[in-house]
């Protein structure tokens, strides 16, 4: 673990000139907890204020994430944020509508049949998640599923 001279080191960067510095931060285990339904993930209370905070002291605050864009938007709200969903697939214009990249929205009828032979064909324990445009097959209620899921 670093020291806290080391890390007080590695942030002053970020203190000295925010103006000029980037947060950017995922969402499932850093700003909402891992749990086993990851429908159910929440962000923890006080993250929507705190993004907003750090949006107005740093020249860029943002949120990339493998959920939806919307979804994003939902629960964390814009607040000045850059919000990525779908690994930056999809993101939220200055009017908060979700814009999904033309190339990937191409895509999307070929991932939903992908996400539908999921939901037909995945061992039990295995949920799929469709997201629109890419699809999550989830196996951490049921590790001794791992390696059929990973076929």
Same mark, same amino acid.
Do not use: C, Q
């Given at each position: 673990?670093?020291?806290?001279?080391?890390?007080?080191?590695?942030?002053?960067?970020?203190?000295?000139?925010?103006?000029?510095?980037?947060?950017?931060?995922?969402?499932?285990?850093?700003?909402?907890?891992? !749990? *086993?339904?990851?429908? #159910?993930?929440?962000?923890? @209370?006080? %993250?929507?204020?705190?993004?907003? &905070?750090?949006?107005?002291?740093?020249?860029?605050?943002?949120?990339?994430?493998?959920?939806?864009?919307?979804?994003?938007?939902?629960?964390?709200?814009?607040?000045?944020?850059?919000?990525?969903?779908?690994?930056?697939?999809?993101?939220?214009?200055?009017?908060?509508?979700? !814009? *999904?990249?033309?190339? #990937?929205a191409?895509?999307? @009828?070929? %991932?939903?049949?992908?996400a539908? &032979?999921?939901?037909?064909?995945?061992?039990?324990?295995?949920?799929?998640?469709?997201?629109?445009?890419?699809?999550?097959?989830?196996?951490?209620?049921?590790?001794?599923?791992?390696?059929?899921?990973?076929?």
């Amino acid at each position: 673990m670093a020291s806290p001279d080391r890390v007080a080191a590695l942030v002053e960067p970020f203190v000295r000139r925010p103006d000029r510095a980037a947060v950017v931060t995922d969402f499932d285990g850093t700003l909402a907890p891992i !749990v *086993a339904d990851p429908a #159910a993930a929440r962000p923890l @209370p006080e %993250v929507p204020d705190l993004l907003r &905070r750090l949006a107005a002291r740093f020249a860029r605050v943002g949120v990339v994430s493998g959920r939806p864009a919307a979804f994003l938007l939902e629960h964390l709200g814009a607040g000045g944020v850059t919000l990525r969903g779908i690994y930056g697939l999809e993101a939220v214009d200055g009017d908060g509508r979700v !814009v *999904a990249n033309a190339d #990937a929205a191409s895509w999307a @009828p070929v %991932v939903a049949s992908v996400a539908e &032979r999921g939901r037909v064909e995945a061992p039990p324990g295995v949920t799929i998640e469709p997201k629109g445009l890419s699809v999550t097959l989830h196996y951490r209620g049921t590790p001794a599923a791992a390696d059929e899921a990973l076929v």
